[in-house]
């Protein structure tokens, strides 16, 4: 496989459930991403690992928990959520390389987890 | 702050038709700027980028050249297809570091054959 890939495509869970998102990346990245994409709102940056490292927490409600077991794989723990926490997940990946040398910005995208909070 | 102001859409267009997708910015220094595309069903990929005034990206027959003189990276393409419909979005890089992109809210194009 190659790119970006995210699993489920889609989830359905009720309030009182838990679920993870799970995101793998085969570009040898060492930066990891999880955005929220809603309507009419701008992509909404969630958490940042960077080797491994957590480097962004964008004030993400508790219910939200991610984790980073290694460079190539991504989780997001789901609990108790809320029914505006419904949107579509996106994972992404990039090479990071913070100091000096400019990064290019580009990042790459998996399909993202389409998620509904009954 | 940084910011990114993208046209609202929807924009629907016959096949063949002259595309522009307006993108203004507010950032201090030198950004570095960027189109993103998303398909139906797909996660964004990276469409084109310039890093510096008067530069020109283009890819898949899109432009965009950025213009420092009136804070602007607007999206050009001259004869559009049922296959560019989808959703842009226009970004702008800051901070040196992939982390902290500001994204515009999208544009939604519809291509009609």
């Known amino acids: 496989e190659t790119g970006v890939t995210q699993t489920p495509r889609h989830l359905v869970m009720g309030m009182t459930n838990k679920k993870s998102l799970k995101c793998e990346q085969h570009?040898?990245?060492?930066?990891m991403y999880w955005y929220k994409q809603s309507a009419k709102k701008p992509l909404e940056l969630m958490f940042v690992?960077?080797?491994?490292?957590?480097?962004e927490n964008n004030s993400v409600p508790s219910r939200f928990s991610p984790e980073c077991p290694n460079s190539s794989h991504l989780f997001l723990h789901l609990h108790t959520l809320q029914p505006e926490d419904s949107a579509l997940y996106l994972c992404a990946s990039s090479q990071d390389s913070p100091g000096t040398e400019p990064n290019t910005g580009e990042l790459f995208f998996g399909e993202g987890s389409r998620l509904t909070v009954l | 702050g940084n910011s990114v102001t993208q046209m609202e859409g929807p924009v629907t267009l016959s096949e063949e038709a002259f595309l522009t997708i307006n993108c203004t910015y507010t950032?201090?220094?030198?950004?570095?700027l960027f189109w993103y595309v998303q398909y139906p069903g797909e996660g964004l990929q990276l469409l084109l980028k310039?890093?510096?005034a008067d530069d020109k990206g283009s890819n898949k027959g899109f432009e965009a050249t950025y213009r420092k003189e009136t804070t602007s990276f607007h999206l050009e393409k001259g004869s559009v297809q049922v296959s560019d419909s989808a959703v842009y979005f226009c970004a702008l890089n800051n901070a040196g570091n992939n982390r902290k992109l500001i994204w515009g809210l999208g544009t939604s194009l519809a291509v009609n054959p």
């Open positions: 950032a201090t220094g030198y950004p570095s």
């Open positions: 310039a890093t510096k």
């Open positions: 570009l040898g990245h060492n930066a």
């Open positions: 690992y960077s080797l491994e490292e957590r480097v």
